[in-house]
């Protein structure tokens, strides 16, 4: 499955963007998705994650309360609602896919390791 994430831009801080993660090749309704995000010079880490149905969410503890994640599995896409963005939010975003449909410990929806496709990043900037 060939994922790609869009909807990045420039934001000021306070404002709100939403991220699209489409999948071409195959359907992505059988998947698990997660989201992540690499600041300039840091590490790749976790956002957020839903599993297949959409029913089970989990968001990390700093965007927790600011971002959303969704899915339209009839759309074959995945969304991250991101409002009250803050500089630090300033990232490129990817989102990344396993065909487990659901994911039992919250280790393993964090873990880069637990999702074998990954997209082309968006960027995001949020200005203060």
């Known amino acids: 499955v060939q994922l790609q994430a869009s909807g990045g831009g420039l934001v000021q801080a306070g404002g709100s963007l939403r991220l699209s993660c489409t999948a071409s090749g195959r359907t992505l309704s059988t998947y698990s998705v997660g989201w992540f995000r690499q600041a300039p010079g840091k590490e790749r880490e976790f956002v957020a994650y839903i599993d297949s149905s959409g029913r089970t969410t989990y968001q990390s503890l700093s965007v927790d309360g600011r971002f959303t994640i969704s899915r339209d599995n009839a759309e074959n896409a995945v969304y991250l609602q991101m409002n009250s963005l803050k500089p630090e939010d300033t990232a490129v975003y990817y989102c990344?896919?396993?065909?487990?449909?659901?994911?039992?410990?919250?280790?393993?929806?964090?873990?880069?390791?637990?999702?074998?496709?990954w997209g082309r990043g968006t960027e995001v900037t949020v200005s203060s």
């Open positions: 990344a896919a396993t065909p487990r449909s659901t994911l039992p410990l919250v280790s393993t929806m964090m873990a880069l390791s637990t999702y074998d496709y």
